[in-house]
C-alpha cells in the first residue's frame, strides 16, 4: 500500500513536470514575438526611406522645370523702371512739363511780384483787350435806381451790346441772398433775364456789412470774366459822364499798377456806437487816422492790380469799408496813385466825370 509519503513524492513531481513545460512554451512565444519587432522597424524605415526619397526627387524636378522657364523667358522679364519710364507708362509725361512750366512761370511771377507781367494771363492773348469793365453796386431794394441808370447815362438794349463791341462792359453788381433761392434773388434773375445787365457774384452774399468782401468778388469775377486794361467800382448813387471817362481811360492805355481816384485820409472811428466804427481802429495807431486811399464812390485799377485782388483774395485783409480795405492792399504794391479830381464825385465842375445822383 503507498504511503502518503510516496503519494505526495509523485504529486511534486507532476507539478515540476507541469510547470517546466509552461515555463518552456512561455519561453518560445516570447522569443518569437521578438523576432517579429525588428522586422516591423525595417519595414517602417523602409517606407520613411522611399517618402522622403520621392519628395527629394519631386523637388528636384520642379526646380529644374521651374530653372527652365526662367531659362527660356529671361528675355521677356521686366527691367527695373526709372521714374521717368513710370512716368510715361502711366502718361505724365505731358503733366510733368507743364509743372516744369508752371513752375518757371511761379518763378518769372515772383521776380515781378506778381504784377507787371501779363504773360501768365488767362485770357487768350489773340483776343483784343477791353478797355474797361464798369461794376455798378447795387442791392435788392435799388430796382428804380437801376431803371434811372438805365434811362440816363448807362446805355441798355442794342446799344449796351455797341458800346461792349467798343471795349466797354458795363454791369450792376450784386451777390446772393441770405435765403438762397428766395423772392429776392429769383426777382434779379428775372430782372437779368429782361436787361442782361447784371453781374452776379454766386459766392457772395448781399448785405450791407459784406460790401469789404464784396469788391473782392467784383474784382474776382470781373478779370475772370473779361480781360480788360481797366476794372471801375461805382456806387450805386452815382451818375457817370461816360464819354469822360472813356477818354480819361483812353489816355492811360498800356498803363500797369494804377490806382486811381479821389484820394482822401481821415479819422478812425474807435468809438462802437457811432457811424463809419472800424473794428481794427488799433491798427492804425495813435493818431487814429486812415491812410491815404482812394473814395470809395467810384475808383480805378489797372488790369494787374485787379488780378493780384484775384489771385491773393483769399489771404488779403478786410476792414470795416471797401474803399479802406482796397487802399490797404495797395500800400503794400508798387502801385502808382492817380489822385485825379475829376474822379471826386462830390464836387462840382465841367469836366467831372462823376456826380451824385
Known amino acids: 500500500m503507498e504511503t502518503l509519503a510516496s503519494a505526495m513524492r509523485r504529486e511534486n513531481r507532476r ?5 517546466s513545460s509552461s515555463a518552456s512554451s512561455s519561453s518560445s512565444a516570447a522569443a518569437a514575438t521578438s523576432g517579429r519587432f525588428p522586422l516591423v522597424m525595417a519595414f517602417l524605415s523602409c517606407l520613411a526611406w522611399l517618402y522622403v526619397a520621392g519628395r527629394l526627387w519631386q523637388d528636384a524636378q520642379t526646380r529644374m522645370i521651374l530653372s527652365s522657364l526662367l531659362e527660356n523667358n529671361s528675355g521677356n522679364l521686366p527691367k527695373v ?35 507787371w507781367g501779363n504773360g501768365t494771363a488767362t485770357v487768350s492773348s489773340d483776343k483784343k483787350k477791353l478797355l474797361a469793365v464798369v461794376g455798378v453796386y447795387t442791392g435788392f431794394g435799388s430796382r428804380l435806381k437801376r431803371n434811372i441808370f438805365r434811362g440816363s447815362w448807362m446805355p441798355r438794349g442794342d446799344a449796351l451790346k455797341k458800346l461792349e463791341e467798343k471795349g466797354v462792359i458795363i454791369r450792376f453788381v450784386i451777390g446772393r441772398s441770405a435765403n438762397r433761392g428766395d423772392s429776392l434773388d429769383r426777382n434779379i434773375d428775372d430782372e437779368n433775364r429782361r436787361t442782361k445787365d447784371f453781374l452776379i457774384l454766386e459766392s457772395h452774399e448781399e448785405a450791407a456789412e459784406e460790401l469789404p468782401s464784396k469788391v473782392k468778388f467784383f474784382f474776382s469775377a470781373a478779370i475772370e470774366t473779361w480781360d ?43 468809438e462802437e456806437d457811432q457811424q463809419w466804427y472800424e473794428p481794427e481802429w488799433w491798427k492804425f495807431g495813435d493818431s487814429k487816422t486812415y491812410f491815404r486811399h482812394a473814395s470809395g464812390s467810384l475808383f480805378i485799377l489797372s488790369n494787374n492790380l485787379a488780378r493780384y ?49
Not at 510715361?88 to 507743364?98: H, Q, S, V
Not at 508798387?334 to 445822383?357: F, I, P
Open 228 to 270: 480788360a486794361e481797366f476794372y471801375v467800382k461805382v456806387d450805386d448813387h452815382i451818375n457817370l459822364d461816360l464819354a469822360g471817362l472813356i477818354e480819361m481811360l483812353e489816355g492811360r492805355r498800356g498803363n500797369q499798377g494804377l490806382y486811381m481816384g479821389c484820394m482822401k485820409s481821415g479819422a478812425v472811428v474807435s
Open 309 to 357: 485782388i484775384n489771385i491773393n483774395s483769399a489771404s488779403l485783409q478786410s476792414y470795416a469799408h471797401d474803399d479802406i480795405s482796397v487802399g490797404s492792399w495797395m500800400m503794400g504794391l508798387n502801385a502808382t496813385y492817380v489822385d485825379d479830381d475829376r474822379l471826386c464825385c462830390s464836387g462840382s465842375g465841367q469836366e467831372k466825370v462823376c456826380s451824385h445822383a
Open 15 to 19: 507539478f515540476k513536470s507541469s510547470s
Open 81 to 115: 523702371l526709372s521714374v521717368e519710364d513710370k512716368l510715361r507708362n502711366l502718361g505724365c509725361t505731358g503733366i510733368g512739363r507743364k509743372i516744369a512750366e508752371a513752375e518757371m512761370d511761379l518763378t518769372k511771377a515772383k521776380s515781378e511780384g506778381y504784377l
